[in-house]
């Protein structure tokens, strides 16, 4: 049997390629991985295989990605977005394509495909991190309804299975052995298994796919956005995001049900895009967007809220006539992405609250920058002062004197 000769090598017998080959699946040091070479796992999987194909090439334990994913779903849907983007991009073990070259027909590009799109993923799920608002619209605890689903996931469901193998091995387990021990189970309990899985499988495809489920988890969160905007029409108006929040919640709740009963496919597309939405949703801000700079002539051109999407915002109160007029006032800005530059002018007392998610704020000769950053500059003296209470998403703040 020979062995085939070393690449750059004329095969002759007078040098002799002494590497060692790997295995089959093994890795080999001599050749360049990238993220085109991670697949799904088929073997150790909960949802998709993708936790444990990652972990297998990253060469880690799969609670390690598993925990990794489950937070950052808690924090801006960015696990979801993740893990949805490598379920559709990455091919399982022993398929040759992934689901988006199936759909798609992709052939030649799929692997440029695949890298732009994970990598479109992971700056989408930055970005949604960053600009995560809360979890607690409306005062709805949102929050636990991820960490239920992903506590079935990682510890109900492994448990189940777990003792479901048990169970199974207990038939064929020699006496006085334990069949809860892995490594004593014989190649008998094996083939059991492979059977088992096949049967269940097979059961499952011939099944017929019932949408039962995904029209009543739809019917249900349009009633639940339907009665978030009946109830936020006698208040405060939230952001359009909520509504979008409340159906994703309702959606999940489906797709918890649909591990149980019933058939939760398609709502997986219709969660994916509602935290596609949501994610985008959270960080754009609404608004103008480029440069706001009105003309504050007097101090009734001077209105008490400000909004600005993107850009920059100038608020000069240097050109209003009769600024004394604004005391005892309160002017609320809130502005997106961008700079706020606010211009008071001198021998006016004003109070400032100012914060920003993430930036600097400047207020006359103090400043601070980070993350989740607040600076105020209270009033002197004991008479009114126009308060100026700014919010402030990405980017800087500025009050000057002039």
């Not at 796992?41 to 972990?55: H, L, M, Q």
């Not at 469901?157 to 004593?184: H, I, K, N």
């Not at 608004?287 to 100038?314: F, M, N």
């Not at 989740?372 to 126009?386: C, E, H, I, M």
Request: include cysteine; proline fraction near 5%.
């Amino acid at each position: 049997m020979c062995r085939r000769a070393a690449l750059g090598h004329d095969g002759g017998m007078n040098a002799e390629d002494t590497r060692t080959l790997p295995p089959d699946g093994d890795f080999d040091p001599h050749r360049i991985r990238t993220i085109t070479d991670m697949k799904r796992s088929k073997d150790d999987r909960i949802v998709g295989g993708v936790c444990a194909g990652a972990a297998k090439y990253l060469n880690i334990d799969p609670v390690i990605v598993r925990v990794i994913i489950a937070v950052l779903t808690i924090a801006g849907f960015a696990g979801i977005i993740i893990y949805a983007a490598a379920w559709f991009l990455l091919p399982a073990e022993g398929d040759d394509k992934s689901v988006a070259a199936d759909w798609f027909k992709l052939d030649k590009n799929e692997e440029q495909v695949r890298v732009a799109g994970l990598v479109g993923a992971v700056v989408l799920a930055v970005v949604a991190v960053v600009g995560d608002g809360g979890w607690f619209w409306g005062g709805a605890p949102w929050v636990l309804v991820p960490i239920a689903f992903v506590y079935y996931l990682i510890v109900v469901r492994p448990r189940r299975r777990r003792q479901a193998e048990t169970d199974l091995a207990t038939q064929y387990a020699p006496p006085g052995v334990d069949p809860a021990d892995e490594s004593l189970r014989g190649p008998e309990f094996a083939a059991a298994k492979a059977g088992l899985v096949a049967n269940q499988k097979y059961a499952k495809a011939k099944r017929e796919r019932s949408w039962t489920l995904t029209l009543l988890t739809l019917s249900v969160a349009a009633i639940a956005v339907a009665s978030t905007g009946i109830y936020n029409a006698y208040h405060d108006s939230p952001h359009w995001t909520t509504y979008v929040a409340v159906a994703l919640g309702v959606v999940a709740l489906g797709l918890l049900v649909s591990t149980l009963w019933g058939h939760g496919g398609p709502l997986i597309a219709v969660g994916v895009l509602l935290a596609i939405t949501l994610a985008i949703g959270s960080v754009v801000p609404s608004g103008p967007i480029g440069t706001q700079a009105p003309t504050l002539a007097t101090a009734a051109d001077v209105r008490g809220h400000y909004k600005h999407g993107i850009g920059e915002l100038k608020l000069d109160l240097t050109e209003v006539s009769n600024p004394q007029a604004l005391l005892g006032r309160t002017v609320e800005i809130e502005s997106g992405i961008g700079d706020t530059t606010i211009t008071v002018p001198k021998g006016l007392n004003v109070t400032i609250k100012a914060d920003v998610d993430a930036g600097e704020i400047r207020l006359f000769d103090r400043k601070v920058d980070g993350t989740d950053t607040q600076l105020d500059y209270v009033a002197t003296g004991t008479g009114p002062a126009l308060t100026i209470d700014v919010h402030h998403r990405l980017g800087g703040i500025e009050v000057i004197r002039r």
